[in-house]
């Protein structure tokens, strides 16, 4: 509740921006002016006794006098924009100017017709005033109903569209937040991991360690570096894993021989930063380190159909068992879901005396 009451006052200001010069709407007016004068003329054509700028006096005063009044309207619209979503209160609001519109418009056109036919000399014949004033009572509401309609048509399409706009910010901001906490939830967790590689080593073998503090500085070089942007190129993503990779073989050395097989069309694809990490650590938590005997692990990256497919493959362990994902697999499978919903996909399973996880990133389509 306290967004939405702290961006009312923008909300309210940029939907006036937005329908304070409605050029279709401008557009309309005129062509209906127009077509009302033309047939008016192409009227009194057909009557002798009439002159051929007579109706174009009459519909023209009529026009002069509605645009005076349509421009107020336009203008009282911020007033009444509120209403918007109650159309009784805003045609209401409206329609109440009626009894003052009505007099003053005809006293402005008839005035105004009464004083050119007498600089032409000629008398301005009409019915009696009473039938004026009924007549032209009743062609003024059908007339305002007819435009005040338009109107609100112009205006409710521009507050749905303002709407809308703010809705997709809002549901983008709630992404990128959620996307922030889910990135910031990997970064302690992965180097948590790395120092604690580091620990096991510092007083086993100290020129093993310095290797390691040095390989994990580049690495946290990488990771600050793709907390700037969501999306990071393939390339990028692969060298961290590289980095991370020699580390952990600096901490298990004989016990696991890493191969990569990657496909150089596919280093420009576009995927979310970090998001391959917590496979490559799965493969060594769960493959190397809980297994007795040496450990192949297997990094792919390939276009597979229409999609980008990452496999990272660890032999010395099985799903079997008490299995459970942990945050790492969690936030990936989270992550893949806004950034992509139903376009992407992770899987995790055995193959064979092997675990693999395998992701699947669209590649033509972007990120939803």
């Given at each position: 509740?306290?967004?939405?009451?702290?961006?009312?006052?923008?909300?309210?200001?940029?939907?006036?921006?937005?329908?304070?010069?409605?050029?279709?709407?401008?557009?309309?007016?005129?062509?209906?002016?127009?077509?009302?004068?033309?047939t008016a003329v192409q009227d009194a054509l057909r009557n002798p006794a009439i002159s051929w700028w007579e109706p174009i006096l009459w519909e023209g005063t009529s026009a002069l006098?509605?645009?005076?009044?349509?421009?107020?309207?336009?203008?009282?619209?911020?007033?009444?924009?509120?209403?918007?979503?109650?159309?009784?209160?805003?045609?209401?609001?409206?329609?109440?100017?009626?009894?003052?519109?009505?007099?003053?418009?005809?006293?402005?056109?008839?005035a105004v017709r009464h004083g050119v036919y007498d600089l032409v000399g000629r008398p301005y014949h009409h019915p009696p005033w009473l039938w004026v004033f009924i007549y032209e009572t009743l062609k003024l509401a059908l007339f305002a109903g007819l435009w005040l309609g338009i109107l609100?048509?112009?205006?409710?399409?521009?507050?749905?569209r303002f709407h809308r706009q703010r809705l997709l910010e809002v549901q983008q901001a709630l992404t990128e937040a959620q996307l922030a906490r889910l990135k910031g939830q990997?970064?302690?967790?992965?180097?948590?991991n790395a120092l604690n590689t580091?620990?096991?080593?510092?007083?086993?073998?100290?020129?093993?360690?310095?290797?390691?503090?040095?390989?994990?500085?580049?690495?946290?070089?990488?990771?600050?570096?793709?907390?700037?942007?969501?999306?990071?190129?393939?390339?990028?993503?692969?060298?961290?894993?590289?980095?991370?990779?020699?580390?952990?073989?600096?901490?298990?050395?004989?016990?696991?021989?890493?191969s990569w097989h990657l496909d150089p069309s596919v280093f420009d694809t576009p995927v979310p930063a970090l998001l391959l990490q917590p496979l490559l650590e799965n493969a060594f938590k769960h493959g190397v380190e809980r297994s007795t005997v040496a450990v192949h692990?297997?990094?792919?990256?390939r276009c597979e159909g229409n999609s980008l497919g990452v496999i990272v493959t660890n032999t010395g362990s099985s799903l079997a068992g008490n299995y459970r994902e942990g945050?790492?697999?969690?936030?990936?499978?989270?992550?893949?879901?806004?950034?992509?919903?139903?376009?992407?996909?992770l899987q995790v399973r055995d193959e064979g005396d092997a675990v693999a996880a395998r992701v699947l990133i669209p590649l033509e389509a972007g990120p939803t």
């Open positions: 509740m306290a967004i939405a009451h702290h961006a009312m006052p923008t909300v309210a200001r940029t939907r006036s921006d937005s329908t304070d010069r409605p050029v279709a709407l401008f557009w309309l007016w005129g062509l209906f002016w127009l077509l009302m004068i033309t006098a509605a645009t005076f009044w349509m421009l107020i309207a336009l203008r009282a619209r911020e007033r009444y924009a509120q209403y918007l979503d109650r159309p009784l209160l805003w045609f209401g609001h409206h329609l109440r100017w009626l009894p003052l519109v009505v007099p003053t418009f005809i006293v402005a056109v008839y609100f048509g112009f205006d409710s399409y521009a507050q749905w990997l970064r302690p967790h992965f180097f948590f580091i620990s096991a080593l510092m007083h086993v073998d100290v020129a093993r360690a310095d290797r390691l503090v040095a390989g994990l500085g580049d690495l946290l070089h990488i990771s600050l570096r793709s907390g700037e942007q969501e999306m990071t190129p393939l390339r990028d993503e692969l060298r961290s894993l590289e980095l991370y990779a020699q580390i952990m073989q600096e901490r298990f050395g004989d016990r696991v021989t890493i692990i297997d990094v792919t990256a945050v790492g697999l969690r936030n990936c499978r989270e992550r893949l879901s806004i950034i992509y919903g139903e376009g992407a996909a």
